[in-house]
């Protein structure tokens, strides 16, 4: 069977299930391949066609973490026809994904009380904030959050990354910004107006990215107001880890604070960070 036939197949079969930016970047992934060759059988993609197609999405401009990003989606779409078996094994056994290390330097708590000091400045403050307040919530799930997730001093909903259910209780700072959206008088259902009430799926997938570009925007004004070297939604969930590792929880509690499935994926998430940033831990560390 065709590569690129199968990848078809496989976004239709996945469509009703997978989060609207997965199905993206899938479709994005698969026309890098159909690009490459779009003829390829599924029996011909070796280790000498998987070394070309990295060397071809290196000379089209592609940088490293895009391509391991592109080659993630090919093995697991060559693990779905090794699988089904269409193919006797799965080519990436041979094969390494090389990820570039990425260093950035984390919000500290003296950059978040600087930001809290704009508390009521816009949506998007906001809306950071109340996701640092609350061990980090996604974009995507601040977006999607009704105001009915917010009941008795606490916050319940489901993670629409991996569907895990979360229930927190609000502390004093995020009680005030979710009470001001509660009681704004308007008959909106969802928490915070950055997306519509009532759209289909693929409309919330397109609303969300159009609300994390305008608050990414908004957050640049910030950062030039307050002097902060880099906030983004993600630098929320971030920050919050490293306040957590500062406060010296350990990294299991901050893995299920965090929600991820394993503490390998916590202990990448915080080793991600600048030598600096490092230093500013070891020496809260060592001030006793």
């Known amino acids: 069977m065709n590569l690129i036939t ?3 197949k496989r976004i239709e079969r996945e469509s009703e299930t997978a989060a609207w930016n997965t199905l993206r970047k899938l479709k994005s992934h698969k026309n890098k391949v159909a690009k490459f060759d779009a003829s390829v059988e599924l029996e011909a993609v070796d280790l000498d066609w998987l070394e070309r197609f990295e060397t071809f999405m290196l000379s089209t401009g592609n940088k490293q973490n895009t391509i391991a990003s592109t080659m993630s989606s090919l093995k697991s779409t060559l693990q779905q026809a090794c699988d089904r078996e269409l193919i006797a094994k799965n080519p990436f056994k041979k094969y390494k994904i090389r990820k570039a290390p990425t260093f950035e330097r984390a919000l500290l708590i003296e950059d978040v009380k600087k930001i809290e000091e704009l508390v009521g400045k816009n949506v998007y ?3 950071w904030l109340f996701s640092f307040y609350c061990a980090g919530i996604r974009i995507g799930d601040i977006c999607r959050l009704y105001k009915e997730n917010v009941l008795g001093g606490k916050i319940e909903y489901r993670m629409h990354k991996n569907k895990k259910r979360v229930s ?3 502390n004093p700072k995020a009680r005030e910004i979710a009470d001001r959206y509660l009681k704004d008088g308007t008959d909106r259902r969802r928490l915070f107006p950055l997306i519509a009430d009532h759209i289909q799926r693929d409309e919330e997938g397109r609303q969300i990215k159009s609300a994390t570009s305008r608050g990414n ?3 640049k004004d910030v950062k030039d107001e307050l002097g902060i070297e880099h906030m983004s939604w993600h630098a929320a969930r971030a920050a919050f880890a490293t306040y957590m590792v500062r406060k ?8 299920q604070l965090l929600k991820h499935s394993s503490v390998v994926t916590t202990q990448e998430y915080l080793a991600s960070r600048s030598d600096d940033q490092l230093g500013d831990i070891v020496s809260d560390a060592m001030d006793f």
């Open 168 to 170: 927190l209780p609000l």
């Open 6 to 8: 199968f990848w078809d």
């Open 217 to 219: 925007d908004a957050f």
């Open 125 to 127: 403050v906001d809306a």
């Open 248 to 255: 010296g929880t350990d990294i299991d509690t901050i893995r």
